[in-house]
């Protein structure tokens, strides 16, 4: 589904881009060499027809009408209108004589042709007569107009004899050229429509060609982007796709080692921290038996020295809580935390834990008898140590703890009575070593219990959200999945 999505995603992009433009470049080109190819053609067939009839018909009027009498009879126009259209088939003739006794007629051809299909523009223009100049040594002139009676193309021309009352006119039909000039423009429309699926068939080689090292690209930087830092490109030719290849590749190679280096470095610096830490419990564990003892003769010490002795007791509980933190700590840094799930009666849990850290004055507790979770015990009484501590410390008693099942989750809210957290601290709270007041570095925490107590949530597949409380004071809120082994087990199916 997925890489069908992003198939889709390629091809209305760029792909599709390609072939629009493409397809709108040939297409402007094969129109407009099209349309420039119909427009000279056109010109060219009417041209040469409409030269060659008019040509032939102007010969025809000096060799034959110009050789009738001054005052020809009907019969001898006619005989001269069929010898003129029978001499050079194709167009039909019509004579007409203004005589003593009145107009006379005479046409022939393949066209029943009358006066009557002669535009009055031209026949206006064939009777003009005009003056000689030496530039003009004619008072008659030939004159011809394209028409289209009843949806079909003819060509029109007329001249009058000069000195003489005979008048011509020619009807020539122009439907053979206007089929020719259609085959032309269907022929043209198919090239067309090849030359657009040409581009269509380049634009796509193209597309291939240019968007192939693209599309690998992309896939590269996204396998780079999913932590395969191994990912590197075959590189081949010298074009601009190949310099970008390069690049990446360098890129890639150059972040590898970074990254490289910063695991590296974390490795070490987790190793110092454990190595610290375990170190450190040795002596420390010798000082917390010192310290108990003096803890125990406090009260027959001089009373200069009590205080001291008290101060050692206090510090060396803090470091030995320190410490043992920052062996927890290392241990999910390094994902060798473990769970050991066991079947827990929430209520009982959550009473243990505020009885066994004498707080049973300062929590009122909501739960009902019966909750029962499987999780990890001594997990779930650390985040549970951590988060009515931080609330008692912090934001003062009385505590309201209360449990509760929304389905599948087992929800702990712990909300202190205290003036809450400011805005600004809200995103910070589980962040390690963060306190709220710069100005107040040293205090009773490290620092580090409510991280503790989200990483142990997030191993069970939970979570710990902070925020304020409707009625004012610190809201801390725990889910846990009610059955932690089917979340894990499905997980690992998963």
Known sequence: ?????????????????????????????????????????REAVLTRTQDAALG????????????????????????????????????????????????????????????????????????DRQKTTAANDSEYHMYWQRTKPGGNPYLVGGTRIVGGG????????????????????????????????????????????????????????????EGELDTRLDVSGTDELADLSHTFNKTAAALEKKVADMSA????????????????????????????????????????????????????????????????????????????????????????????????????LDAERGIVARLDPRRLDVILANLIGNALKHGGSPVRVKVVVEGEWLVIAVQDNGPGIPQDVLPHV??????ASASRPKSDGSGLGLSIAVENAHIHGGDITAANGPGGGALFTLRLPVDVGKVIAGDQDA
Request: some cysteine; overall charge negative.
């Open 430 to 435: 589980f962040d390690r070593f963060y306190k």
């Open 1 to 41: 589904m997925i890489p069908a999505l992003l198939a889709g995603r390629r091809w209305t992009s760029l792909r599709l881009r390609l072939l629009i433009v493409f397809a709108l470049v040939a297409l402007t080109a094969a129109v407009s060499a099209s349309g420039i190819a119909y427009w000279l053609n």
């Open 265 to 364: 470095r974390e490795e070490s610096s987790r190793r110092f921290v454990a190595d610290m830490s375990h170190e450190l419990r040795t002596p420390l564990t010798a000082l917390t038996a010192v310290a108990e003892v003096l803890e125990e003769e406090v009260d027959d010490l001089d009373p200069m020295i009590a205080p001291a002795v008290a101060l050692v007791v206090s510090e060396t509980r803090r470091l030995n809580d320190l410490v043992e933190n920052l062996m927890e700590v290392t241990r999910f840094d390094a994902g060798t935390a473990r769970l050991v799930l066991d079947d827990v009666d929430v209520a009982d849990q959550v009473t243990a834990c505020i009885d066994a850290r004498a707080w049973l004055d300062a929590v009122e």
């Open 166 to 225: 005979l008048t011509g006119y020619m009807y020539k039909s122009l439907a053979q050229e206007r089929d020719d000039l259609n085959a032309l423009a269907w022929s043209l429309t198919i090239a067309t429509g090849l030359a657009l699926l040409g581009s269509a068939l380049l634009a796509q080689a193209a597309a291939r060609t240019v968007l192939k090292p693209v599309q690998r690209l992309g896939d590269a930087a996204r396998r780079l982007g």
């Open 56 to 127: 032939d018909f102007r010969q025809e009027m000096q060799n034959r009408a110009a050789a009738l009498p001054a005052d020809p009879t009907a019969q001898e126009i006619q005989r001269t209108a069929e010898l003129m259209a029978g001499s050079s088939p194709g167009y039909s003739v019509l004579l007409v004589q203004e005589g003593k006794d009145g107009q006379v007629s005479g046409s022939a051809g393949p066209d029943a042709f009358g006066l009557g299909d002669v535009p009055k523009s031209l026949r206006d223009a064939v009777d």
